[in-house]
């Protein structure tokens, strides 16, 4: 997670306590990665607790202390000169890290984006995991059959669980300010520009709508072809709620904006003028350019789904499809494959593909969350990671595990990627497919069984749960073999 102004002032103040104070400081200056700190006395200097603060590494080179900070020195040096008060030094041209400063290649870009991806829904996940939970809480009233599904308590809370979801552009575009040093304000108003009520109306009237038909191909209501134009340009008809990619998108250009913005201006306007340009800029730039990149990404691998699934080889790609599902639901992708399960839906009158890919996905993250929640020592990894599988397993919430344990340990995602796979083998040899639509959970399996007066009315019904089942074990005892605390101990200290 990246790192604000305050935790810099915090690290550079932790530092000196732990130096022996302002007192014990001869002089400080810094290299290209290592914050360099000359003492008076080195036996007052505590370089165990320095190493647990979130630094790279720390090591006494004579009478010198060597922070190892990384790419932040700059800031923390900034922070370490203005708490201390010692004479700020010009940087000495020297890399002691040449591995943390090399320039990134194609590998180490596509590396970070999905670091990155987690690093802006991570802060947000209290408010995920709270309306997941008390969806889970509703479903269970309902079918104990406490409260009547029709009841006006179960609307209400309805549509409060499904808040967190509907506005997540604007949590996100929140979380997303905090990685790419942007200020929080403009980050969540980003966000509200693509969940606007007059903007939302604009680019359901320019989409259109398709109406699913069960007896025959969906009506389809034409649209405008666009959410009205902006400096004579029409502006793209995209749902932006429940995304994720084109909020974080429009916030890391934001970023480069206002840095910017705040090297030109003068401090003394800086406060009115700085949001003010970065906002005229980022309205053309974010409603013409990049929140329509990221649904058009969405809408061209739906498109190119349903032309693989289509093709002659589309069930030996049913594992992969399911192996790599997480991918696609951490970018929000899933979201337009509702309108291809309608399409192969009709065309094979049940959907062999990502509603099987659904169900799957979600057992075998709720499996991979509970292997961490059992080998898990850190009580806060624990209970996040039970609260997970939980959310997962019972009302299908899958944001909460996705982002805080699977895609953040990386080995428990490897597991429930294989595990994902074994299932989507068995889907495919055994033709397991859903007959209706709704969410993965475990109150909707029976989408699975069969509406027509058939024999074998229970039979995909009863393959889907073999394919969760073996999937969900399968990832179960991977993640108990390869997940290793101490290395999510690591990941959790470096943020």
Known sequence: MAKTEKDFKQIASRIIELV????????????????????????????????????????MVGDQVQVIIGNDINEVYD??????????????????????????GIKEILGSIFPAIVACVFPILPALLACGLLQAVVLLLV??????????????????????YYFLP????????????????????????????????LCQQGAG??????????????GTGNAGFLFGLPIYPATYSNTIIPVILCVFVMGYIEKFLNKIIPKSIRFVFVPLLELLIMIPLGLLVMAPIGARLSSAFAGLLIGLFSSPFGKILIPVFCAVYPFIVITGMHFN???????????YGKNPINHPAGFIFQYTQAAACLAVALKAKNADRRSLALSCAFSDAVPGISEPGLYG???????????????????GLICALLNVGSYAGGPPNIFTFPVFINPAPVPNQM???????????????????????FYKDEEADKIDAQG
Not at 143 to 164: E, F, G, K, M, R
Request: net charge positive; charged share 15%; glycine share 8%.
């Open 459 to 481: 039979a995909d019904l009863r393959n889907i749960i073999i394919a969760v089942v073996v999937a969900a074990v399968v990832t179960f005892a991977l993640t108990m073999v």
């Open 79 to 104: 922070a370490f000169v203005n708490a201390s008060g010692v004479v700020r030094e010009a940087a000495i041209n020297e890399n002691l890290d040449p591995e943390l400063t090399k320039k990134k």
């Open 337 to 347: 494959l509702m309108a291809v399960g309608v399409a192969i839906g009709s065309r």
């Open 405 to 423: 344990i699977t895609f953040k340990y990386k080995k428990s995602l490897y597991a429930a990627m294989i595990g994902s796979a074994v299932g």
């Open 20 to 59: 022996g104070g302002k007192d014990n400081i001869a002089h400080a200056g810094h290299c290209m990665t290592r914050l360099r700190i000359t003492t008076k006395d080195t036996s007052l200097v505590n370089l165990d607790e320095i190493r647990k603060l979130g630094v790279i590494g720390a090591q």
């Open 209 to 222: 709508a398709t109406i699913p038909n069960p007896g025959g191909p969906p009506t389809i209501i034409p």
């Open 170 to 201: 604007v949590l996100v575009g929140y979380a997303a300010s905090r990685r790419f040093n942007v200020k929080a304000a403009m980050g969540i108003l980003m966000g509200l520009i693509l969940v606007y009520p007059d903007f939302v109306a």
């Open 143 to 164: 079918n104990l059959h406490v409260l009547s599904a029709d009841s006006p308590t179960v609307a209400t809370l309805t549509w409060v669980y499904n808040v967190a």
